[in-house]
């Protein structure tokens, strides 16, 4: 199992900037849905929370009601929301790129779990993905409320060490939860597949250019077989695909060209993956 990400085929890596704006992108259109009540709401608990360790009773109530009112806020907005999201966060999995490697990794996990040695096949399948995932952390509404308010009950009581035990507890029930996964094949895939249909509407291509064509295509079908492996998708839907890029494979043979070659392929990629 390797340590280090595997270098991506020049193909591939030809696609690395729209592979990563298409990321920015998605986290942007993601924290455009924070609530800023809800991003409040926190930084004053954890202003409160401060407080308390250094005995100041009075700024931590300060800071607690202003949470407070920010709460109210949201639930007198959206009485049915559960969760009220205050940040998000990206995790990308791009440890693999060699079908050959992740072959060998799933032949290990197999036997592994065969052989009843689960903890072995842990960190093998853990490790079996290439993917953005988009993640968003959020206050528990139906909770998190009762416990600021009370809270601010042992502060008033005068219960300063109990009470910064107990707004730590309320901090540690914000909920994580998985908003997005995108398989980082098909972003590429849909990438080289943007790119190879320009080379492959353009007449009079150059060597180099009907190479460069050639190279996208076979990448592709790299990425195709990842994703098959990594279980992204059902596998008897990746047998058309195939069939289709060998089939634009002839098709652009010789330095022809022309035009609506990829388009079947790019919207069976888009609703599969």
Do not use: C
């Not at 990400?5 to 998605?26: C, F, I, L, N, Y």
């Not at 004053?44 to 407070?68: F, M, N, Q, R, Y």
């Not at 559960?82 to 197999?110: F, G, W």
């Not at 009370?150 to 005068?158: E, F, Q, R």
């Amino acid at each position: 199992m390797p340590v280090t990400p595997q270098k991506q085929s020049a193909a591939t890596d030809s696609v690395k900037t729209e592979v990563e704006g298409a990321s920015s992108d998605m986290v942007l259109e993601k924290r455009k849905k924070i609530l800023e009540e809800a991003s409040t709401a926190l930084s004053e608990t954890e202003t409160a929370l401060k407080a308390l360790g250094e005995k100041k009773p009075d700024v931590a109530i300060s800071a607690l009601e202003k949470a407070t009112g920010k709460l109210e806020l949201i639930l007198a907005r959206d009485p049915g929301l559960a969760l009220a999201p205050v940040d998000t966060s990206v995790v990308t999995y791009d440890l693999l790129a060699n079908i050959d490697t992740v072959k060998a990794m799933i032949h290990d996990a197999e036997n592994y779990l065969e052989d009843g040695e689960i903890q072995k096949a842990r960190p093998i399948v853990r490790n079996l993905a290439s993917e953005i995932v988009y993640q968003s952390r959020n206050i528990p509404l139906a909770t998190y409320p009762a416990a600021i308010k009370a809270v601010v009950s042992l502060i008033d009581k005068g219960e300063i060490d109990n009470a910064r035990i107990a707004l730590q507890s309320a901090l540690n029930t914000l909920v994580v939860t998985t908003d997005k996964v995108i398989p980082l094949p098909k972003l590429r895939t849909e990438h080289l597949l943007k790119k190879a249909e320009e080379l492959a509407n353009k007449k009079d291509r150059s060597p180099e250019e009907d190479k460069t064509l050639e190279e996208e295509v076979a990448a592709v079908r790299d990425q195709l077989k990842l994703a098959e492996l990594l279980g992204y998708g059902d596998k008897e839907s990746y047998k058309p695909l195939y069939t289709q890029l060998g089939e634009i494979e002839e098709k652009i043979s010789g330095g022809k060209s022309g035009r609506g070659w990829f388009a079947n392929i790019r919207e069976k990629v888009s609703e599969m993956l």
